[in-house]
């Protein structure tokens, strides 16, 4: 549906708490996340992923460090074959480690 999977909305829905309308977001400055997806058929993961960073960075003051992810995964196992996916997550893996 060219969106987030019903689980992940209900995660979202309830960020919301940490927000008030005309004030900023109760949750403290500073943190920060990686945001990590996978997609079975179609191409606009990536797209859904920059729409979501964009909310976290606006609305709840949380710095989006990089978004690891992509389509084609529906078969167990898929990733496995994405060397490149996997380096990637390896090296922000080390990068957020060592702070």
Same mark, same amino acid.
Request: net charge positive; with cysteine; glycine share 12%.
């Given at each position: $549906?060219? !969106?987030?999977?019903?689980?992940? &909305?209900l995660?979202?829905? =309830?960020?919301y708490a940490? $927000?008030k309308?005309g @004030?900023d977001?109760?949750l403290? =400055?500073?943190?920060s996340?990686?945001?990590? !997806? ?6 606009n %993961?990536?797209?859904? $992923?920059? #729409?979501?960073?964009?909310?976290? =960075?606006? +609305?709840?003051n949380i710095?989006v460090?990089d978004?690891?992810?992509? #389509?084609m995964? #529906? @078969?167990?196992g898929?990733?496995? #074959? =994405?060397r @490149?996916?996997? &380096? $990637? +997550?390896? @090296?922000?893996? &080390?990068?957020?480690?060592r %702070?």
């Amino acid at each position: $549906m060219d !969106y987030v999977t019903a689980q992940t &909305k209900l995660f979202l829905d =309830r960020l919301y708490a940490l $927000m008030k309308i005309g @004030e900023d977001c109760r949750l403290p =400055r500073g943190k920060s996340c990686v945001l990590v !997806y996978s997609q079975g058929g179609g191409d606009n %993961g990536k797209a859904v $992923m920059d #729409n979501l960073a964009g909310f976290f =960075r606006f +609305a709840l003051n949380i710095d989006v460090i990089d978004i690891i992810g992509d #389509n084609m995964l #529906n @078969e167990l196992g898929a990733v496995k #074959n =994405r060397r @490149e996916i996997l &380096k $990637m +997550a390896f @090296e922000l893996g &080390k990068e957020i480690v060592r %702070g």
